[in-house]
């Protein structure tokens, strides 16, 4: 995927809340929080475009375990897809993607001009592609990265040590909480 030079990086912040590595999230769980169907999770994984990090099927009976990492990186396969990006460019860029560190992750614009995909790292890259009519449009990735939190924090999440379902924020917690403040 070809890279603008770095000139500065974005001032915005790497996500407060980072990833827990030691929850994975399911297929359905998954497809909610990336906005996509099941039917793409599942041909995604068995064509390799995107696999779950944490545990693979196995064969029937055997579920799909994704990372926070994985899940971003679907949400973002989809909106390239929606923006037309053929799928061999797509390839490249998730390739891409899963060499960068997560922190590179949050700091990071995917722009494209329906063809290629360019990753850039400063506003004057963005500026750079845009004035010189490459781009087209552009993935702010901490952006994406916010929303799929978002989504997950009112989903469930699986330990992938013990396998013990977890509610991260289930907005039943909430109305718990305040019931209990009033009561005491």
Known sequence: MPTATPQGAYPEDVPA?????EVGYRGPTACAAAGITYRQLDYWARTALVEPSIRPAHGAGTQRLYSFRD????????????????LQNIRVAVAHL??????????MTLMSDGAS??????YDQVVDLVQG????????????????????GTL???????????YRHHPGDELARRRRERAG
Do not use: H, M, N, P
């Not at 973002?76 to 037309?84: A, H, Q, S």
């Not at 009519?133 to 939190?149: D, K, L, N, S, Y």
């Not at 469930?156 to 977890?166: A, F, N, P």
């Open 156 to 166: 469930q999440g699986e330990r992938t040590d013990t396998g013990e379902t977890l």
């Open 98 to 107: 899963r060499g960068r560190g997560v922190a590179d992750l949050a700091g």
């Open 117 to 122: 995909v360019y990753e850039c790292t400063s």
């Open 17 to 21: 809340s980072g990833v827990v590595d």
């Open 71 to 86: 899940i971003l990186v679907l949400k973002i396969v989809k909106r390239l897809l929606d923006t037309g990006v053929g």
């Open 133 to 152: 009519g490459q781009g087209v449009f552009g993935i702010a990735v901490g952006a994406v990265w916010r929303e799929v939190e978002a989504s997950l």
